[in-house]
């Protein structure tokens, strides 16, 4: 079993979460992990031999939800790295035991969702134990609010901390306790036919502050959500890294489109954190690489005006931001994430 001890939680951040209507996919439950990960990947072996724990995620309608314990208790949380930190219900705090820290109203936890609402009644609460796979963290903080949309969610501040690897087909997460990143992966997947893409950590101006404590070594953990670099039409700029949003979609104020340019998509939409819902339309770029990679000619993403969204690199400079990158060319290009060395991998 293995152990680490963070101390508390402090400030707060953007929460970036997308769903749609779809029909989730059925995949075959017999399947053992390593038949799963290795039908379309080559690095299982090397990163079992490096001690990373596997998780096999359950894949439902274009979102992945990892099974955990917080408390001893059990509890599914859509894995999601839009979201910078880990978030429960308000609920929660009763149903897992948890304690409550002690905020300032500087430093009280205010939420700001994709569609520009605000979340206020939010509070910071930590659990003795929580855990994932054979990975125990005591304790750990999360924030809490009635207003989520979502239960639960697992945020980039975990998926940092145990420098983690996410394949994204078939969805198996690979956590390390150590805090070591992953080696020689890279060499393994640009040798079988993935390009490796640099990401940026970026994080709302405001941010949560997670201060650990790893033997006698006390540091903070400034977690942030992933950019990576895109081009759009011969326009170049970022796009988060939303394993949260089942679509991929293009700020509308970065890519002028006339409006007979943009086609309505009847059924579909998008929901915020909040459960705000914004109906989806599509519209169709010549162009679109990520890193070196281009998704293809004359793709189809949706569209829609992301409001007020500034994030910030580790030197403090705006990053651009041009959309968000979902699960649809995540899954499709096998995306492989890997937190540890910031590194995005996609199928050629």
């Known amino acids: 079993m293995k152990k680490l001890f963070p101390g508390i939680l402090l400030l707060i951040v953007i929460l970036t979460l997308q769903t749609s209507c779809s029909e989730p996919e059925i995949r075959d439950p017999e399947l053992t992990i390593d038949q799963v990960v290795t039908i379309d990947n080559l690095i299982l072996k090397e990163l079992k031999r490096q001690e990373f724990d596997v998780i096999r995620t359950d894949k439902r309608n274009n979102e992945y939800m990892v099974n ?23 609920k929660a705090k009763s149903k897992y035991h948890l304690k409550e820290l002690i905020v ?37 903080p999360f ?24 394949v994204s087909n078939p969805g198996v997460l690979f956590v390390k306790f150590n805090r070591i990143p992953a080696n020689n992966i890279g060499d ?26 790893l033997g006698n070594i006390s540091k903070t953990l400034n977690s942030g959500v992933f950019f990576a670099p895109v081009d759009i039409n011969g326009m170049s700029g970022f796009c988060l890294v939303d394993t949260g949003a089942s679509m991929t979609f293009i700020n509308s104020s970065v890519l002028d489109k006339k409006f007979w340019q943009i086609r309505p998509e009847l059924g579909h939409y998008v929901v915020d954190a909040k459960g705000n ?11 679109f690489f990520i890193g070196s990679v281009q998704i293809g000619r004359n793709t189809e993403v949706r ?6 969204k500034v994030y910030a690199n580790s030197k ?13 060319i995540l899954y499709k290009q096998n995306a492989i994430i890997d937190f540890g060395n910031h590194k995005l991998y996609l199928r050629k």
Not at 106 to 135: H, M, W, Y
Not at 303 to 308: G, H, I, L, S, T
């Open 68 to 90: 955990v314990k917080i408390n001893n208790m059990s509890e599914t949380m859509l894995l999601d790295t839009g979201s910078s930190f880990t978030f429960l219900k308000g």
């Open 303 to 308: 569209y829609r005006e992301v409001k007020n």
């Open 188 to 213: 393994i997947l640009k040798s079988n036919g993935y390009s490796e893409i640099d990401l940026v950590m970026a994080m709302d101006r405001k941010y949560v502050s997670i201060k650990q404590q």
């Open 104 to 140: 300032s109203v500087k430093n009280k936890p205010r939420l700001k969702t994709s569609s520009d609402d605000i979340i206020e009644n939010t509070s910071a609460a930590v659990s003795n134990k929580f855990q994932i796979g054979a990975t125990v963290l005591e304790p750990w």
């Open 316 to 328: 403090n400079e705006r990053i651009p931001i041009m959309g968000v990158v979902g699960m649809d």
């Open 143 to 166: 924030v809490l609010s009635d207003e989520f949309e979502t239960d639960a969610i697992l945020g980039c501040d975990y998926l940092y901390f145990t420098s983690s690897v996410f």
């Open 277 to 287: 819902r914004t109906l989806v339309e599509a519209v169709t770029i010549d162009k």
